[in-house]
């Protein structure tokens, strides 16, 4: 069956079904909004994204139940990288009518996957029909205690820069499926179901631990930079320290510009943090409890916002930033 025989409503009404009432949630699908009670003492956090058929991925890199896994999973990180506790979901999306109600249900079926296993409820969203591309809009909201938020702009000089997992696997991946080469399956599963640190983050903010911090979307150098902006201080890479995983070094041999691709790449939606140096351990400690790679790979400095790279000869050069761009570094 396809979406034209079926039709909006009945699609909606099939999914409103399918949704559990979640925690706080007055009114959900069915209304012209929701109605959400926060826990008290607690602050609305809200992150919107998009992902655009041949922009963020292809149908034919990758299936639609793993789509519908990555376009929640890049939401809830951004909330994990605000220190809160993902909630609510709004899914949006506009596909021809010719889609396959079989693509649909699997879609759907990776994303309420994603949500229920951090306990998010889908809560309202739109359909629409689209006269090509696939159009996702994801929206999640969060909370987080009063004034517990984690900004880009609290990065502090003499603060340890820290990194959850390992760098460039995601890239590295698109990279190979670019050149028509099969990646590690290690590699496509963190390029196409991407996993959101959201236990790491929600601690890191509840422990003040993190003093800044962002998700790695854009590459390590653009979003480091972004804090240092924000924060109007320098960072300092060591590059013998940036984490990568065996199965990135496995093809690293045949990838000329691999560096780039653990400095430059995105989507890796690892948490990238600065912390005071008197909470390193703390975090350390915290990534092991939870079994999580935690790595120091640089240092914050006094400056306005710029980005450099030592290397193992002990050599620094600034780094030119050059992560992605929606406009001017498709």
């Not at 911090?213 to 150098?221: K, R």
């Amino acid at each position: 069956m396809e979406l034209k025989d079926l039709g909006e409503f009945q699609l909606i009404e099939r999914l409103r079904q399918r949704v559990p009432v979640g925690e706080g949630v007055q009114r959900g699908i069915g209304d012209d909004a929701a109605v959400i009670t926060l826990p008290e003492g607690h602050q609305l956090l809200t992150s919107t994204d998009m992902l655009i058929e041949s922009i963020h991925f292809r149908h034919d890199w990758i299936c639609p139940e793993d789509l519908g896994h990555k376009a929640v999973a890049v939401n809830l990180s951004d909330i994990a990288a605000m220190g809160g506790t993902p909630r609510y979901l709004y899914l949006g999306f506009a596909c021809p009518g010719t889609t396959t109600l079989e693509d649909i249900n699997a879609f759907l079926k990776g994303a309420l996957e994603e949500a229920a296993r951090y306990n998010v409820t889908l809560v309202g969203g739109d359909t629409c029909r689209s006269p090509g591309p696939w159009i996702i809009a994801v929206t999640v909201e969060g909370s987080t205690e009063a004034g517990r938020a984690i900004g880009r702009d609290g990065a502090q000089p003499g603060d340890v820069i820290m990194v959850s997992g390992t760098l460039g696997d995601s890239a590295m991946a698109l990279h190979l499926l670019q050149d028509n080469r099969s990646p590690a399956a290690e590699l496509l599963a963190r390029h196409h179901r991407p996993t959101p640190r959201v236990e790491f983050g929600r601690r890191l903010g509840k422990a003040q631990i993190a003093r800044a911090m962002i998700d790695i979307s854009d590459g390590l150098a653009g979003d480091l930079e972004h804090i240092l902006q924000a924060s109007q201080v320098d960072g300092l890479i060591e590059e013998q320290s940036l984490p990568v995983s065996a199965a990135f070094k496995y093809h690293a041999d045949q990838v000329a510009t691999w560096q780039d691709l653990v400095l430059f790449g995105g989507e890796d939606y690892e948490l990238l943090f600065t912390a005071a140096p008197e909470n390193e351990a703390a975090a350390l400690a915290l990534g092991s409890e939870l079994d999580l790679p935690v790595t120091r790979i640089g240092v914050v400095q006094d400056g306005s916002g710029t980005v450099s790279l030592r290397n193992g000869k002990g050599a620094l050069r600034p780094i030119l930033v050059s992560s992605y761009d929606h406009f001017c570094r498709p």
